[in-house]
């Protein structure tokens, strides 16, 4: 109806209609009812500065993304069998920012979706089904995603690995196994190590999937080095290499548009998703021409709403927006000031143990002085960060990573005054907590 209903209304239906696995943010929720740029409105007119949605990748409800969209929705919408030029501009803008080798594109709806069939190219093209992944990663929420997604399956309500995943250790070089500078041979060999253990058991290995920063593992950079390492063992193997860029791709590392690229690497498989649809559901996977003829065994790959004209038309808008609003290089400039301002901030407070990220995707990880970490104080600031307008998320394994993953049009001022309040918050008797 048009009649507003109470907050406590909404919840309580929630409560009992809705899935009981789904969480609210924030102790009091929050009903957002407009978004512009790299702001958020709540029902009561309250400005919020988002520092937390990298799905709003070009900014809330980007004009021209909404504008695309609401055309192509009033003109025809279908499935992919049909001829239409929109899915052939998005996989065109998309190859712009690729490597040659990656040359085919296969879009979905969703990173689970991406995902999910970049591990069925795994087995359809090695023959083999055994994948290797990172502690503490998450790669989505299917059946297959969930089972080489140690962030679940070690987590609360997980059975531990299944038998044909190989989890190796964080590659967190604050925190980690392995410590301090020089360490990505270290790490490499734990990824050899899973490599023999598949072996030993008489099989052979499928793939390998990691993110170029780990999100969930609380913005975990990869030691430098170490992809290229590890890529060499697994194709020693015959094993196929992923790169889960559903966070951090299209352009937030600043320096680069896709993660892989910082370590100088080309995956076989790349998978894209959230940033790309700015808010409507669109992924995308690219390939190698030789997988995606292995993976064209007979059997066909139909997706419903993959690549249908209003989402390619959104998607298409999308990367023209990065473009042409500079945005990656704007990533670079904000993310690189803001880095610098927050290790700044980090001299004075102590308990910022470490400052990490690239672009506009940045962690701020709190320990005590035996570098334990100290979650409470991170929900803590989360929460009080809100009490002044500003949305931050937090994460890790040990919930104690202050991320920063904001609309790329987040700009210096933007940055000037999220550090403005960490300091005047960080001041704060919140240690006893
Ligand atoms: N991969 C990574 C790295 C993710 O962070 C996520 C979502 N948080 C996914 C895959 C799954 O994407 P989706 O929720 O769109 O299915």
């Not at 957002?32 to 809330?60: E, F, I, P």
């Not at 989505?140 to 190796?168: L, Q, R, V, W």
Request: glycine fraction near 10%; charged fraction near 25%.
């Amino acid at each position: 109806g048009s009649q507003a209903t109470s907050n406590s209304d909404i919840i309580d239906y929630r409560k009992q209609h809705l899935g009981k696995s789904l969480s609210l943010q924030y102790k009091v929720p929050i009903k957002m009812v407009r978004g512009a740029g790299q702001y958020l409105m709540d029902q009561y007119g309250r400005k919020y500065l988002d520092t937390v949605n990298n799905v709003a990748h070009v900014g809330h409800e980007h004009p021209e993304v909404v504008r695309v969209g609401q055309e192509q929705m009033a003109l025809i919408n279908t499935n992919s069998r049909y001829l239409h030029e929109n899915i052939n501009e998005l996989a065109k803008e998309l190859l712009e920012t690729l490597p040659p080798e990656l040359s085919v594109l296969h879009f979905v709806n969703s990173g689970s979706e991406a995902n999910e069939l970049a591990i069925r190219m795994v087995k359809a093209v090695t023959g083999e089904r055994d994948v290797i992944a990172s502690e503490v990663g998450y790669h989505g929420n299917s059946n297959m995603c969930i089972d080489i997604s140690s962030y679940k399956f070690d987590g609360k309500g997980g059975k531990g690995a299944p038998e044909h995943t190989h989890i190796f250790p964080l590659p967190d070089a604050f925190r980690g196994k392995y410590r301090g500078k020089n360490i990505d041979g270290h790490y490499a060999e734990e990824v050899k190590v899973q490599i023999d253990k598949i072996h030993a058991k008489g099989r052979g290995v499928g793939g390998f999937i990691i993110e170029p920063i780990i999100s969930c593992g609380g913005q975990i950079e990869l030691p430098e080095g170490f992809l290229a390492k590890a890529y060499q063992y697994v194709r020693e193997a015959d094993g196929l290499c992923i790169s889960d860029e559903v966070q951090v791709g299209c352009g937030r590392m600043g320096s680069t548009f896709w993660g892989f690229q910082l370590h100088g690497v080309v995956p076989d498989i790349v998978t894209i998703g959230k940033p790309l649809g700015n808010g409507h559901p669109l992924a995308a996977v690219a390939c190698t021409q030789e997988i995606a003829d292995k993976f064209a065994n007979g059997m066909e790959y139909f997706n419903t709403f993959g690549g249908n004209p209003v989402s390619c038309a959104i998607g298409a808008e999308v990367l023209r927006v990065v473009k042409r609003e500079k945005l990656q290089s704007h990533a670079l400039e904000v993310g690189n000031y803001l880095k610098k301002e927050l290790m700044a901030l980090a001299l004075n407070f102590p308990i910022i143990g470490d400052v990490r990220g690239q672009g506009l995707f940045l962690g701020i990880e709190l320990v005590n002085a035996r570098r334990e970490p100290l979650a409470a104080q991170t929900d803590y600031l989360a929460n009080r960060m809100k009490d002044h307008g500003i949305l931050m998320s937090t994460d890790g394994p040990d919930h104690n990573v202050l991320k920063i993953k904001p609309p790329m049009v987040f700009s210096q001022e933007n940055a000037e005054e999220l550090v403005f309040y960490l300091k005047k918050i960080m001041a704060e008797d919140f240690m006893k907590l």
